[in-house]
């Protein structure tokens, strides 16, 4: 009978012991407490201010209120106006500028600092420091850069008998003089995550180029490169995301000037809704805003996979 008992009772203890199993790999609805807190933020902070900008919009909408309905006015108000049709043209130009310079600059920071020495330590940090900066301190800094006659430039030039180039008030360079703010600024990023990917690559590799007597050149172009070929395409995702969000630096700058050459998207945006108080048209120009940088971001990864599959 005791036999018969135990034998009885060891499926029984399987079958229990299966159904103990299957209860800790299934999902459990409690869990998603955990991530409640990024949801509730993200949710608030981004999915309802997308959707209320697009419902924005489609009316009429002014400092005092949503008005009536008014369709895609807004945006045929915005291509209608050559100001905004030069911004995007300015965005797109600053754009130009900074992501590639940024990318090959960063990247080759990066390769210049992989060192495993106290003065690579210390200029990685130098390089970064300018990241930490606010644009308010950024932009005045490059002001007395560039300011005439008695800027940082000026002086400089001054020592040759040369006339500085004037920045912030040629309509061909002030968008350049941007740039190059923006650049000094923003390069500790890309040199640090080039720096991440540099890190990952395993020595082995380098050690069985080195016995079969590579140069440096074949190391770089055929080791290094494609080993940071995913950190290459997230640093020009990153950058272009950012890019196109251009403001402070135009608007303490130049004001967008002169001749609204270096007014971007966002000054337009800021001057429509907050300066016009013309919201309806502000958040058209945010929407369309987002939509490039959408397309941008979404191309610039596609091609970039392609590139790599085909590789």
């Known amino acids: ?26 999902p459990l609805w409690r869990n ?30 002014d400092a005092f209120g949503i008005g009536r309905f008014v369709g895609i006015d807004n945006y045929a108000r915005l291509f209608r106006d050559k100001i905004f049709i030069q911004a995007v043209g300015n965005t797109f130009y600053f754009v130009l500028l900074t ?18 020495t106290k003065v690579a330590a210390a200029l990685r940090a130098v390089y970064f420091s300018s990241s930490v900066l606010s644009v308010t301190i950024v932009t005045l800094i490059w002001r007395i850069v560039f300011i005439g006659n008695f800027g940082l430039l000026a002086t400089i030039y001054g020592w040759f008998g040369l006339p500085a180039p004037a920045f912030l008030s040629n309509p061909n360079l002030a968008m350049i003089g941007i740039a190059v703010a923006t650049v000094w600024w923003c390069i500790g ?3 640090m995550l080039f720096l991440s990917a540099l ?3 395993p020595a082995e590799i380098y050690e069985a180029a080195a016995l079969d007597n590579a140069s440096r050149w074949r190391t ?11 950190t290459f395409v997230l640093v020009l995702i990153i950058q272009v995301v950012l890019q196109f969000q251009l403001f402070g630096q135009a608007k303490l700058m ?38 490039l940088i959408l397309i941008a971001a979404m191309a610039q990864y596609f091609i970039s996979r392609r590139k790599g599959e085909e590789g």
Request: positive net charge; glycine residues 6%.
């Open 1 to 26: 009978m005791a036999e018969a008992a135990l034998s009885s009772a060891r499926p029984a203890a399987g079958i229990a012991a299966r159904q103990t199993v299957q209860n800790i790999n299934a």
């Open 99 to 116: 992501v590639p310079t940024l990318a090959i600059i960063g990247l080759l920071l990066a390769l210049a600092l992989n060192r495993k």
């Open 220 to 230: 770089l172009w055929y080791i290094t490169l494609p080993s940071i070929r995913r």
């Open 254 to 291: 130049t004001l967008g000037g002169p001749n609204n050459v270096s007014k971007p998207i966002v000054l337009y945006i800021y001057e429509a809704a907050f300066t016009k108080w013309d919201l309806g048209l502000g958040a058209a120009a945010s929407e369309i805003l987002f939509i």
């Open 199 to 201: 890190q990952q690559v």
């Open 32 to 61: 998603t407490l955990f991530v409640a807190p990024y949801l509730c933020f993200f949710v608030t902070l981004l999915v309802v201010p997308l959707f209320w900008g697009i419902w924005l919009s489609l009316h009429k909408a």
């Open 189 to 191: 990023l890309p040199m």
